[in-house]
């Protein structure tokens, strides 16, 4: 099993910034392209920034310049940096990865059960 855990989130002020991370465990065997995906209430999920284990970065346009993406491969970790939030990045933002766990000879796609974050004065 591969479970994600996220962390970091809040509530913050319109130009604030968050610093979101999410850690892999369980019986990992390759871990693959990790990221962020976010759902506002009555949107579809939507895709935010992603990372391949070899760093390169796919970042969605709405939040391109303000927010970043990285990866710590020993740590199985993920991180996101938002900066300038606005109060449309409100959303529920859950982790993703995509893992091959070690009884298994395929990759799978794996979520954390999500983090809030509310941008509001």
């Known amino acids: 099993q591969v479970r994600l855990v996220e962390s970091g989130g809040g509530l913050v002020q319109p130009e604030g910034s968050l610093r979101l991370s999410c850690a892999a465990s369980?019986?990992?065997?390759?871990?693959?392209?990790m990221g962020w995906y976010r759902q506002a209430p009555g949107k579809q999920r939507e895709l935010v920034a992603t990372?391949?284990?070899?760093?390169?970065?796919n970042v969605a346009d709405f939040v391109k310049g303000r927010f970043t993406i990285s990866r710590d491969n020993e740590k199985r970790a993920v991180y996101l940096q938002m900066d300038s939030l606005k109060p449309e990045d409100t959303a529920v933002y859950y982790c993703y990865a995509n893992a091959r766990p070690t009884y298994r000879l395929d990759s799978y796609d794996y979520w954390g059960q999500g983090t809030q974050v509310t941008v509001s004065s």
């Open positions: 369980g019986s990992i065997f390759v871990l693959y392209t």
């Open positions: 990372i391949t284990s070899g760093g390169s970065a």
